[in-house]
């Protein structure tokens, strides 16, 4: 789950975007990406305007893979007006079980 | 590394799958009810050999094929090795089989029956290579890829077999009769084959779809080793010997590895997240019922065919429409909403999600044509069975009844799914 520094002038925007991102739904658990801890982190390069998001998915060859990447791109793109997103997958950590939240949990009946 | 891409080329061919093994259900239904006299005679009967095989290859076999084009690529986490081999196989199988089974329920065993076989057998090696291909592209080895492995060399093995028995009609190959040889045909097909394939790709998938902490594979490679044991110790010893009180050895050896696969299900399903459990679900759980009360009837079988009993045929027969009409049938009744309404959401939502609201893929059949075709099922499964054992005509026809009613449902909502046009419900 990403953490944000108050000291950094970008952590609300971030803080932000990770809210926009619950928008983004799984669509065999329909439970959104956040919830879900998807997300790792998220990078703001305000000068040229783009989002940097670290995510990892539930396994490598996830058939809602791709699904899911571009719906993050078109989601941030589409709320953000003049920003870009890009996504980049990494493995580590590995995304488990324990890395839904609360919510999701409760989301998912637990 | 990026997440696994679908394209055109791959959705077409594994619709194209999905809707012909439709169609053969519908005329499978169709043979059933011009043939339910023959329900109540030996198995080995034109009729009944005819709809055996529009089962297993038309519905079974063809319906597995399209899907492991979709789910190997999952399972093994690598891209499918060719599109062309797999239409190419596609192109031999689909006139093999349909001459096969008309060559069964016309019964002419000559040179339309013995060519059916070969193109089958060609199809057959042409889907092992694909697959073959596809796992050589990774080092990583699962248990998963073994199962899948195995299940195709079974089926080349399969059909080699059957189609040796085709030309075993017109010209002396073997020197005991067919029955013989028609013990080890159905077995490697439906244990080497089908359940090989149907444990490699469900327990990768039910555990995803359950979203299980689950994630050991002890268990597994138990159920591997001992269901090949058993299923090799049956062939080399009842190819030999026949079958005797040595059979009831490989039967608890396999039941063993069966149990191990069963324990599997039960710890992914005990430790699964998500506390809901859908219809499409709910019919891959009846299906394995089913399959455990196929296999409880195997004692029986060997009981009565020891002691020459006639009995013996009756539980055959109950038996084998249990393990095809029951268990496989319901396993693809309920596996085909969860997979083929992903497929069609990719095609039509990928580059719309985060955009706007769209359906999710379980909005895109209709719930109330799979509660129907639920119902529809379990009434064939509670008149048909023992209908059979009791030769008992009008339960038959209540059963064959049902289960038409049950391919009717299954194949509007297939194409529901298939037809689905793009919607969406405003900008997110």
Redesign the interface.
């Known amino acids: 789950m990403a953490s944000f520094d108050i000291t950094d002038p970008l952590s609300f925007l971030k803080a932000e975007i990770m809210e926009t991102l619950r928008l983004v739904i799984d669509p065999e658990l329909h439970i959104n990406i956040i919830d879900l801890g998807l997300v790792y982190g998220i990078a703001i390069d305000a000068d040229n305007r783009a989002v940097l998001v670290t995510m990892t998915l539930s396994s490598a060859y996830c058939p809602m893979g791709e699904s899911i990447i571009s719906a993050v791109k078109n989601c941030i793109e589409g709320h953000y007006t003049g920003y870009t997103a890009e996504v980049v997958l990494v493995w580590q950590p590995v995304w488990s079980y324990d890395s839904i939240s609360e919510e999701g949990k409760r989301l998912l009946g637990l | 590394?990026?997440?696994?891409?679908?394209n055109p080329g791959l959705y077409r061919i594994v619709v194209t799958h999905y809707a012909v093994s439709a169609c053969c259900f519908l005329a499978l239904t169709l043979l059933m009810l011009l043939s339910v006299k023959a329900f109540t005679g030996h198995y080995f009967h034109p009729q009944i050999l005819a709809i055996t095989h529009l089962a297993a290859l038309g519905w079974g076999t063809l319906i597995i094929m399209g899907a492991s084009y979709q789910l190997i690529?999952?399972v093994l986490?690598?891209d499918l090795y060719s599109e062309k081999l797999a239409w190419l196989s596609f192109g031999l199988f689909l006139p093999g089989m349909v001459g096969l089974v008309w060559s069964f329920w016309t019964f002419i065993p000559g040179i339309h029956m013995q060519c059916s076989a070969l193109l089958l057998l060609t199809s057959s090696i042409l889907f092992t290579v694909n697959v073959y291909l596809t796992g050589c592209k990774k080092q990583q080895e699962t248990i998963q890829e073994d199962f899948i492995f195995s299940a195709c060399l079974c089926l080349c093995f399969t059909v080699a077999l059957g189609a040796a028995l085709v030309f075993n009609f017109t010209m002396q190959i073997f020197s005991q009769d067919s029955l013989h040889f028609l013990k080890l045909h159905a077995h490697l097909g439906l244990i080497g084959w089908f359940l090989l394939m149907l444990i490699g790709v469900s327990s990768k998938l039910i555990p995803?779809?359950l979203?299980s902490?689950y994630q050991g594979t002890r268990l597994l490679t138990w159920s591997y080793y001992l269901i090949i044991s058993a299923l090799l110790y049956f062939l080399i010893d009842a190819y030999l010997f026949g079958l005797s009180y040595r059979t009831y050895i490989m039967f608890l050896i396999g039941g063993a590895g069966l149990a191990c696969y069963f324990v599997f299900l039960y710890k992914c399903l005990r430790s699964r997240?998500?506390?809901?459990i859908d219809l499409p679900m709910l019919n891959s759980f009846l299906s394995f019922i089913l399959l455990k009360i196929a296999v409880l009837l195997v004692p029986f079988i060997i009981y009565f065919h020891l002691k020459h009993n006639p009995a013996t045929i009756r539980f055959s027969m109950v038996y084998g429409e249990l393990m095809f009409m029951g268990w496989i049938t319901s396993l693809i009744l309920g596996q085909t909403f969860k997979t083929l309404p992903?497929i069609v959401?990719?095609k039509h939502?990928?580059?719309?999600?985060?955009?706007f609201k769209t359906p999710?893929?379980s909005d895109l059949f209709a719930d109330y044509l799979l509660k129907a075709q639920t119902i529809a099922f379990l009434i064939f499964c509670v008149t048909f069975m023992p209908g059979c054992y009791f030769m008992w005509l009008p339960l038959i026809y209540t059963g064959v009844t049902a289960l038409m009613t049950t391919a009717l449902l299954y194949i509007c909502n297939v194409c529901i799914v298939i037809f689905h046009q793009t919607r969406t419900y405003g900008?997110?």
């Open positions: 590394m990026t997440a696994i891409k679908q690529p999952v986490e690598t995803m779809f979203v902490r997240l998500r506390k809901q992903f959401w990719v939502y990928e580059h719309l999600t985060g955009k999710l893929p900008q997110l």
